[in-house]
């Protein structure tokens, strides 16, 4: 537009609030990966377990069920911590094989189109771009992890009636405070990866190679010192420790005993983990101009 003919005039619309403006990043995400028939199809694998596990908790109610299929509440599995711990364990896949198909190319994308600059030159802070990128991950996540894992819970309370919720409240917590390590960790290690390897291919290899060069380097290391400090190098084991910790079971791993790590250690090491990808995310999340 010429600027003699004086006919621009300011936007005068509604504006975003501003602790939802993050929330573009997600909304343009998701519109653009739900293009995909072979995502919609694995996003909707995703929801198989949830539904065996339902059914699970509504067969140990119901007995005319029970009869059709001829069997009994003793045959079925238990619902207590462990039966949501296997839950969370095979979500935890689907979360990963998620993470692997959207992830690598949550930033590479931006940094590959100099396009950065037109993020942060708004009134759009580095801190709600990160926020924004990671909850491309944090939502759909969220619906295959401690949102059924919950609805899973509260379905079996409502079933056992208000004694055995306020007995097990504990394990909801769980479900969510393990989903939501699970979430912080994927995101920002997927993001830091995306960040410094532009190259999609590259990206999910890596992200393939951090967990199974990790779980490969830590047993070796605890089978040939018999120590556990290859376990600080393991992911699974330290996911694994974490949710023994929270679902109050004991080594659901079966690791030997000289394998096992302290609780504790196990949350300082995923804490590290994640500190450093936030760190390799802030050297590469900022605006700047090239200046010819």
């Not at 995909?36 to 069920?65: G, Q, R």
């Not at 690598?104 to 009134?123: E, G, H, K, M």
Request: aromatic share 16%; with cysteine.
């Amino acid at each position: 537009m010429a600027v003699y003919e004086l006919n621009y005039k300011p936007y005068e619309g509604p504006l975003t609030r501003e602790w939802s403006r993050f929330l573009i990043i997600p909304r343009h995400a998701y519109a653009d990966v739900f293009r995909s028939k072979l995502f919609t199809a694995f996003f909707a694998l995703c929801f198989v377990c949830p539904l065996v596990m339902a059914i699970l908790i509504y067969l140990h109610h119901n007995i005319t069920a029970l009869t059709i299929f001829q069997t009994n509440v003793g045959n079925l599995v238990p619902i207590n911590g462990s039966f949501f711990q296997t839950f969370i364990s095979t979500q935890t896949v689907f979360a990963f094989l998620l993470t692997v198909m959207i992830g690598p190319v949550l930033v590479s994308r931006d940094l590959t189109n100099n396009a950065l600059p037109l993020y942060l030159c708004r009134p759009f802070t580095r801190a709600e771009y990160v926020i924004g990128k990671m909850s491309v991950l944090a939502i759909l996540i969220s619906t295959i992890t401690w949102i059924p894992g919950v609805l899973l819970f509260l379905f079996n309370s409502y079933l056992e009636g208000l004694g055995w919720f306020a007995s097990n409240i504990w394990i909801a917590f769980a479900i969510i405070l393990a989903s939501l390590l699970l979430i912080a960790v994927y995101s920002l290690l997927s993001m830091a990866l995306s960040a410094w390897i532009k190259w999609r291919l590259a990206s999910s290899a890596a992200l393939f190679g951090v967990f199974m060069i990790s779980n490969a380097v830590g047993v070796t290391i605890n089978q040939l010192f018999r120590t556990n400090w290859g376990s600080f190098f393991n992911l699974t084991m330290l996911f694994g420790t974490i949710e023994d910790s929270l679902f109050r079971n004991h080594n659901s791993l079966g690791l030997p005993a000289f394998m096992v790590l302290p609780v504790v250690a196990a949350w300082i090491s995923l804490g590290l983990l994640s500190l450093s990808c936030l760190f390799l995310i802030s050297r590469k999340v900022r605006a700047y101009e090239v200046v010819r």
